[in-house]
């Protein structure tokens, strides 16, 4: 007990993987609202309303925002935010409790791992494609040029998350100021170019369903409702907090959106090198894309390396920072490999993924375990199958049989699943993951319920 306490008042000051952050360390709700303001400011989010704008037009493109951002979305967020900040613990730490502590390290780390690591690798390329553009470099016939590039932002994206908390709290402080920028220069230079009226009366066929649309922008965030809690576990755990704290993500995604969207309108393109530099955007412009997009690359940098630390037991400050290196030089890798061909493929399978691993976490949380953790060791198979519904449930109405909001019902399904299937286990095989919290600490069924 001695050294878990020891352990705990150095959580936030070494940024340790597993532990839970003490109450003492716990900060105002602006700050994790701040990080996930940075987190939504991400090129992709403006390739989908570029995206949004070859199908809908301006008023259209609002009560699709509306819809998914301020009523889904934020939902989500602050359901899994709560998660985090009662507990203080990552999102793959918490899969202990529903998972088991196997399961939760090689599926649930495995997958936050991968998926970080392709959202960061795909927005270093397109940052290098930027910054290559800048510079006067053909980033599709000049590799040699444009992988030097690439390799030097991604270098640099990586610094203050592989530092920690601390570092990425004080670098989005900087790079959302200059995000909002961002977001005015380009409505400055669409209606310079395009003109208000143009943009207005913008009217395309629509090339796709309202709800696919809304698919669509739920996707690019779907990932937030299992990895929120890796940055409000420095939150208090507080419902209004945690109500709070989804506000950046939608203060930032809102307009971001309109902006590609507006930005696309006259271009019609949705790569938004391309439509800068048909803008005519200055070199400055350009470096405050990339400023930009540092926030959100923390974010996935972070994630990646947390969950490298669950994968792999590794609890130290010194071991998350090595471990998120070691990512960092995987997903540069592969962002020189071209990940940016498949961005749409890539976006529609962890829409597909997340929510069933979001939708087990919150249905053990406040359904079996009455808002306890506990670091169930093992695999529950309970968790393994409601998962595997869940997918299912997702590519069947997001491919098949095209239907409803594939991600919200992929989370569901998986969730009713997961709660009826512990029920059956509790009455037919009772094992340790289904007693209830309170009795597995009494009976020491879990006797480290804190990870050191």
Do not use: C
Not at 99 to 127: D, E, K, P, Y
Not at 162 to 182: C, R
Request: net charge positive.
């Amino acid at each position: 007990m001695k050294m878990e306490g020891k352990a705990k008042s150095h959580a936030v000051g070494k940024d340790e993987a597993l532990s839970a952050i003490p109450m003492n360390k716990r900060q105002h709700w602006l700050t994790p609202a701040m990080i996930f303001g940075g987190l939504e400011f991400t090129i992709p989010v403006l390739m989908v309303g570029a995206t949004l704008a070859g199908a809908f037009g301006m008023s259209q493109i609002f009560w699709i925002l509306l819809v998914s951002l301020f009523v889904i979305q934020w939902i989500g967020n602050a359901v899994a935010g709560y998660i985090g900040a009662k507990t203080g613990r990552s999102s793959s730490v918490i899969a202990r409790s529903s998972f088991g502590a196997a399961q939760a390290r090689f599926i649930v780390g495995m997958t936050i791992f991968i998926v970080s690591l392709g959202w960061w690798a795909l927005q270093t390329a397109v940052a290098g494609n930027a910054i290559s553009a800048m510079l006067g470099i053909d980033y599709e016939n000049q590799f040699i040029p444009w992988a030097i590039v690439t390799i030097i932002v991604g270098l640099l994206f990586a610094i203050p998350s592989i530092i920690g908390y601390g570092s990425m709290k004080w670098t989005d402080y900087i790079a959302v100021p200059a995000g909002l920028l961002l977001i005015a220069g380009g409505i400055f230079y669409a209606l310079q170019n395009t003109g208000i009226d143009t943009i207005m009366a913008w009217r395309p066929e629509p090339s796709m369903t309202f709800l696919a649309a809304l698919s669509l922008v739920i996707g690019i965030n779907v990932s937030q409702w299992v990895i929120a809690s890796d940055y409000t576990r420095y939150a208090k755990p507080k419902v209004k907090d945690n109500v709070l704290i989804p506000l950046g993500i939608v203060a930032v995604g809102f307009p971001l959106f309109y902006v590609g969207a507006i930005m696309s309108v006259g271009v019609g393109d949705a790569d938004i090198v391309n439509v800068m530099m048909n803008l005519g955007f200055p070199v400055w412009g350009f470096l405050i894309l990339w400023f930009a997009t540092w926030t959100s690359q923390l974010v996935n940098n972070y994630s990646m390396g947390l969950a490298m630390a669950n994968i792999f037991n590794v609890n130290s400050n010194k071991g998350r920072a090595i471990l998120t290196f070691i990512g960092t030089i995987i997903a540069i890798i592969i962002a020189l490999a071209g990940i940016l061909d498949y961005f749409m493929d890539f976006l529609y399978m962890t829409a597909l993924i997340y929510p069933a691993i979001a939708g087990i976490m919150m249905a053990d949380f406040f359904f079996i375990r009455k808002q306890q953790w506990v670091d169930n060791k093992g695999w529950n198979w309970m968790a393994t199958i409601a998962m595997v519904v869940g997918v299912l449930v997702g590519y069947f109405t997001q491919y098949v049989n095209t239907f409803g909001l594939p991600a919200v019902q992929s989370l569901i399904a998986a969730g009713i699943v997961y709660f009826v299937a512990m029920k059956v286990k509790a009455a037919v095989k009772p094992d340790h993951f289904t007693v209830p919290a309170e009795k597995a600490k009494e009976q020491g069924v879990n006797k480290k319920t804190e990870l050191v």
